[in-house]
């Protein structure tokens, strides 16, 4: 069957949690799609079309590429379109729409863009046969999409024709509606999904509509989302195929299950709006999976249930309530209600951040995404600890007298390091660094690779020492917070504050946290994943940067060996540098399955150039033949820990008594005229001198020290070795 290039797109923000979904959907195809700025790229069939947009909850559109083509003006446009065969796509008396997008595009308007295309497919078919495509906008045969980025255009088949959040069921709301895949997308990072829903326990107390709790009933039944849509973009396509896709239909109506485990409440105090939810149940096929009261907050009841139950909830946020009064106490009161039914876990998305407070209930993680045309924060809360009384605008909040030389110095560096950064395009770096003894903090700041405007601040503290008054501590922590959220006009859910203290083996590679929120942010030509919630470390070593540079010059047709890879950076810049091969190799899994989202994010995919080793690098660089490996590499890179004594390890390995069995079992692997770095970052560390006799290694620490850490050029110290001649 023929192969097309597949475009999927979703809600921002949940791009990692579409990519696993689309991957479950075309598990049984064995294809493999790629997480890409917007969305997924896949090379699949029409049966991966079919099943996508049938089944998944958290797509919005599939876009079929056709070509791509220069379009720095209008002629250029109007031959990229003209150049396709339109003739295997409709016919001559079809009907058509054209859709366009740009970005830094010559080309400004995108309804002549739109026109343009037009003008090109009717030409093709009024010199062919003397007939043309009709114009319809809505529901036409084929959809086309134009997408300009650059001057280059990215020509499509738009196949879900509308977007997939419209699954049909919804014909009524009761006003702030949620759109049904950022509802689907909500519930399953709440971790409602089909094997734990049917057996689940959950609640939506200001249902409105019905969204939440019918996108739970589809999950637990394992009913396609599709089922209910009488329009699709492909059904007019001339490669499609019918036969095809009502067996797929049928398969998916064999699916639906019954859930006789599985309990799913929605109340509202509006009869009216809880009417409508009760309408698109019924139409949605789940109304007798979902039980529907209308009570207030302070009147709502549910059966008695060990189970924890999860509510999932959206506030209104003013068209139905006018007064914020009213708004502040519908908070309280839903806190309370939360209460009474422990326990409970709540995830909601609210328009009104500044009312969480109110709740009274312990914040365990926050993400900040869009609901329309309003700017929301997704939290999650739970009813078994103690009260937040954290005040999510304190950066716009009077800062007291003390706060003044911190804010002079973090303005200071901040106009310093921006420009340097701006003019060596460098995205992610460090802006502070305990520059001044009362505030002893480290601050990094990681650019999104996907929106320019947003940007991640990394706010690590310096353990203070048992000296200090643990409550002052406390105070400029909370102090410096409020500070770098002024200075960089940044709200508390782009600051992520940990305390870092003197780490025992891999304590700061292990999880503080299970958000497991990836992001994706961008150094020279590489897009690499970051989480700055879970772990002490972000999982890019910022003070690396210059050695990375280094092997992306360095690498081309060379064999890499990158030892102790940690997320694996290293080697995605020096695949991207050209090289040969490159092996990474770390005792961790779950360090090496990022290691691999790193390299599938650039499009390194390869898996003859490109391996993961799980091993103790200890026990491997003893026995290399054990683990397949030859003295074949050009380059190594050993970045060992400073000390490590996981249960996995044969021993524990401390970097100061080790190194020299590591630089020598590394070198073994080297080719005559190889090259090895090694770099560490234990305080204190001293080279051993027998080393010299037989590599003649070379301090290169100071080329290796960029400007965002020239207040702290021991942050590491490196070496290159060589064999000798």
Not at 83 to 98: K, P
Not at 123 to 149: N, S
Not at 327 to 354: F, K, M, T, W
Request: glycine share 6%.
């Amino acid at each position: 069957m023929h192969k097309y290039s597949l475009f999927v797109t979703g809600h921002k923000g949940f791009e990692t949690a579409l990519l696993h979904e689309i991957r479950e959907i075309l598990a049984g195809l064995e294809l493999a799609p790629t997480k890409v700025y917007g969305g997924l790229e896949i090379e699949g069939d029409l049966e991966a079309v079919y099943a996508i947009c049938l089944y998944s909850r958290l797509a919005n559109r599939v876009f079929c590429e056709l070509a791509r083509g220069r379009a720095a003006d209008e002629a250029g446009l109007y031959d990229a379109v003209a150049a396709i065969d339109w003739s295997r796509h409709l016919r001559a008396r079809d009907s058509i729409a054209v859709n366009a997008s740009l970005s830094s595009s010559r080309l400004r308007h995108t309804r002549f863009v739109a026109q343009k295309t037009k003008d090109a497919i009717v030409d093709q078919f009024r010199a062919a046969t003397g007939e043309r495509p009709r114009v319809q906008p809505r529901r036409p045969d084929l959809q086309v999409h134009v997408h300009i980025h650059r001057d280059q255009a990215r020509i499509s088949l738009d196949l879900s024709g509308e977007s997939l959040h419209r699954r049909g069921y919804r014909t009524e709301h009761g006003g702030a509606p949620l759109k049904e895949h950022l509802a689907a997308a909500i519930l399953r990072q709440a971790g409602w999904e089909r094997e734990s829903a049917a057996r689940g326990r959950m609640l939506d107390p200001l249902c409105g509509s019905g969204t939440f709790a019918i996108e739970a009933a589809l999950i637990a039944s394992d009913r396609a989302p599709g089922l209910t849509r009488d329009y699709y973009g492909f059904l007019g396509w001339r490669q499609h195929d019918a036969a095809r896709w009502r067996h797929c239909l049928e398969t998916a109506r064999e699916r639906i299950r019954a859930a006789p485990g599985c309990a799913i409440f929605a109340s509202d105090s509006d009869a009216g709006v809880l009417a409508i939810a009760r309408a698109n149940a019924e139409r949605a096929g789940v109304a007798d999976l979902v039980r529907f009261e209308h009570a207030q907050l302070a009147d709502l009841q549910l059966p008695a249930d060990e189970r924890e139950t999860l509510v999932v909830t959206n506030p209104p946020w003013g068209q139905r309530l006018q007064a914020e009064q009213g708004l502040a106490n519908l908070y309280q009161d839903l806190g309370e209600c939360l209460r009474r039914h422990r326990p409970a876990r709540l995830v909601l998305i609210s328009a009104n951040p500044d009312l969480l407070h109110r709740l009274e209930m312990t914040r365990l993680e926050r993400k900040d995404v869009r609901n329309g045309p309003l700017d929301c924060l997704l939290a999650t809360y739970v009813t078994d600890a103690q009260p937040v009384d954290a005040d999510d605008d304190a950066h716009a909040a009077q800062l007291p007298s003390t706060a003044d030389p911190l804010l002079n110095r973090l303005r200071k560096n901040a106009r310093h390091l921006e420009r340097w950064a701006r003019r060596n395009g460098i995205d992610c770096y460090r802006i502070y660094d305990a520059d001044l003894p009362e505030f002893a903090f480290a601050l990094d700041v990681y650019r999104s690779a996907l929106d320019a405007d947003e940007a991640w601040y990394h706010l690590q503290e310096y353990r203070a020492p048992a000296s200090i008054d643990a409550a002052l501590a406390a105070r400029r922590l909370e102090l410096a917070q409020a500070c770098v959220r002024q200075v960089f006009g940044a709200d508390a859910g782009h600051v992520y504050t940990k305390t870092r203290q003197r780490q025992r083996g891999r304590d700061q590679y292990q999880r503080q946290n299970d958000r497991r929120e990836l992001l994706q942010v961008r150094e020279g030509e590489a897009r690499l994943l970051i989480n700055l919630a879970d772990y002490l470390d972000s999982g890019l070593f910022l003070d690396h940067r210059p050695l990375r540079a280094r092997l992306f010059r360095e690498a081309r047709g060379k064999r890499l060996l990158n030892l102790f890879c940690y997320t694996g950076s290293v080697g995605v810049l020096a695949a991207l540098g050209g090289a040969a091969s490159v092996v990474n190799v770390d005792l961790s899994a779950g360090y090496l399955r990022w290691a691999e989202e790193n390299f599938s994010l650039n499009g390194l995919e390869d898996e003859a150039r490109y391996q993961f080793l799980r091993a103790d690098v200890l026990e491997l660089l003893h026995n290399p033949a054990r683990f397949g490996l030859q003295p074949e590499f050009d380059l190594v890179f050993l970045d060992p820990p400073s000390f490590s004594n996981s249960s996995a390890m044969a021993r524990a390995l401390d970097v100061q008594r080790d190194h020299v069995a590591l630089i020598d079992g590394a070198m073994r692997l080297l080719r005559a005229d190889g090259l090895l770095l090694f770099s560490t970052n234990r305080r204190g560390f001293r080279l051993d001198p027998t080393l010299a006799e037989r590599y003649a290694p070379s301090d290169i620490t100071r080329s290796t020290i960029d400007e965002d850490f020239r207040r702290r050029p021991q942050i590491h110290q490196c070496w290159e070795l060589r064999h000798g001649s």
